[in-house]
């Protein structure tokens, strides 16, 4: 309003005057979501577990419960590899801009969803193939969307000279590559559901396991001293 | 008591003899804060969701809580903006004093609150009128107690020569300015809720939007390699 | 079982070829505790909100449940300032040992338990006199039993050479002076209760107010740029 | 598809080519996952607790929830020395693989389910044999997979140099041998549940009280200043 003031305003605001930051605290937010999520079902096993519930013999109601604990598994497996390829891929990541926080951001919110849909999933496996299906859809649709954003993060990241200088650019288009393949397989056990739930269900398990045999991106191993 | 108690209690403490600290501690504790308040709204979704509450078919259990979907995508949408904003401007802030800690504690009790309020709000948007004011007036209070909490913080960083001494002082003051901002367009997108609640819910998301285009304090981006 | 086996049972342990460790993860643990205390209140708003239960008038359901709110604010309140103080107490340490870390543990135990007693206590701010003194007591309990162990800690600390050696010995007296007065002042507080409960309430809250104001072991104001 | 991207393809990828890890953030991910552990039975104190359930005196309400709190207990004991545990261990090590990664993530499943069969364990405790029993089974196999874990990923960097150079090779044997003793110790403890199971409750806290002691792989004590 005054004089100085008109001045200031007339600041003109250069996006180059602004600091750089590095990954770490995107890391550190990151894994405390992960941590709920790995964690949220092992509470639900406690809530609805038969210390709570009551009514029946102790042996039959841990035994009714299995659908739970088959989604502690999977949710744990499932969200423990997510955050696996995330601890490997953001370590190549030196600077971050605005759009990698967003397309973050939508990551998490796709992982934060792993254990509502694993948990649909779990306790419809034996009801009616409608409700196998749509519960299947649901969770592969999370799983996937997760999966964009990966894709999505790492094709910025690229693009946008995010990642550490000194990464071998073919490498970094073979770790692309992979992340591509990810969501293929998934929509192959989603499809499995129409065969049979419980294979589908073990198809997402034998995924994870694939995921771990080594390939770009992975952390070395080591044969000599550090 | 002693004579030698005495002697020490004549010690006269000095608060210029205390060290400083970095905000490193400060950012860990409020990314713990965040984590679990982008995690809670789904959480809940799998507490309330069809495989506990039962006694409805599946595909119509699940569209009917789209409330609660929506309650998760707001909350995710708000508090990851927030958690955004906390990033980038926490980067400037080299050192924390007393005052800056508690603004902070301020700003996290009102971003804890999100969730609740959320949850109310897209609870009732199909409630009479009477409700839809009120819980939009409980959401934005605590969307607008926060705000207020930023820009105490930001302005008693710059008051108390707590922000990086690199910060462009125009730069500044263009952060300030833009904080400043940000209440005043919340109040907005409440006002719309005297029109229609629906269309209130679209204002804050497109806020967060809006919040995304680029401005002072946001990260820079790079054309060149690091 | 074979002679080499023998000789390597025959490695005496020297306790002195352990490594040292900073204090960094103890903070980072601890603050993933904090967070959590101070979100679970916010978390029962929401499952006990009338978004949840139901079956009254909103302004009503809202209204009558005060005491929720209420203990939403002192669990925030008391579990923010025990944070505050462990973050500032905590940057004087720099190395750790094994029973610093189990004083540490079980100051965490009594914080965690924080708000499951100011619950309680909120609770049963309108019930019967011995309703209003046990939950008192209870309450009183948890945060004298979380400052015993923040004195012990100080103590050892001092004792144990984990302290930064540029701290002023008569400054880390000042620092457990301070932290013995703490418990004096809750039990006054706690003693309110027998006049009139809610002011005992307010006269917590005081006291997180006074803990605000400067005193040994604070974080330093600065006039110079840093 | 084009002749460039042919020989992209041809890009042979050598895993020697993959940067290295330091563990900062598995132990920052882990410790989220403690955290959450330790305050689960908090929460449940909370949820279960006499001002959610109503319809009894309180004193009586309090008192007869005795299971939850020695659940709380049990939990943080256990829990609590399992960070130590990882605290101690894992800063010895200087970089990670994906092996150990998984053995992490494995041994945190494990912690995770810890809340779990403590609730269930002390619930049942004044329970028919069988339930004793039973529970008691299910206790000690989350304690056992947890042990499981520890010695696999100790053995696995032993194995692979994933830890300082600089530890003394028999005093990693040393901690190798520590970790083995755990899981007979647990089985023991165990076994006393066909004696009397609140002894068996007793073993299991003996048994942290036992790890307090000093040890191999534990931190050094100080006698001289910093």
Redesign the interface.
């Known amino acids: 309003m005054t004089g100085a003031d008109d001045q ?1 305003r007339a ?1 003109k ?1 250069r ?7 590095d990954p770490s ?5 990151s ?10 079902m ?11 519930v009551g009514g029946r013999e ?2 039959d109601a ?1 035994s009714q419960a299995w659908p739970s604990y088959l989604a ?2 999977i949710t ?1 497996a499932i969200a ?1 590899q997510v ?2 390829t995330h ?2 891929v953001w ?2 990541v ?6 990698l ?2 397309f973050n ?1 939508l990551l ?2 796709f992982v ?2 792993i ?2 849909t694993a ?2 999933l779990s ?2 496996v034996r ?1 009616s193939a ?2 196998q299906r ?2 299947g859809a ?1 969770y592969v649709g999370t799983v996937l969307g997760q999966a964009l954003f990966f894709n999505l993060s790492w094709w910025w990241a690229r693009r ?9 650019p ?2 970094a ?2 770790v692309a590559r992979r992340l591509r393949v990810g969501p293929l397989l998934y929509l192959i056990a989603f499809a499995v559901v129409f065969i049979d739930p419980v294979l589908s269900l073990f198809a997402y398990l034998l995924l994870v396991g694939l995921y ?1 045999i ?13």
Chains 1, 2, 3, 4 share one sequence.
């Open positions: 200031e600041y605001y996006r180059d005057r602004e600091m750089a930051r605290r995107v890391e550190t937010f894994d405390g979501i992960f941590a709920v999520v790995l964690t949220v092992a509470v639900e096993l406690l809530q609805y577990g038969p210390a709570r102790l042996p841990l502690y598994v744990f423990g955050w696996l601890h490997n370590r190549y030196v600077r971050v801009d605005q759009t926080l967003v951001l998490l919110l934060a969803a254990p509502f948990d649909l306790d419809n009801g409608t409700e749509l519960t649901l946008r000279h995010l990642l550490n200088p000194d990464l071998d073919g490498l288009k073979a771990l080594r390939g770009p991106g992975d952390l070395p191993s080591y044969t000599t001293p550090a």
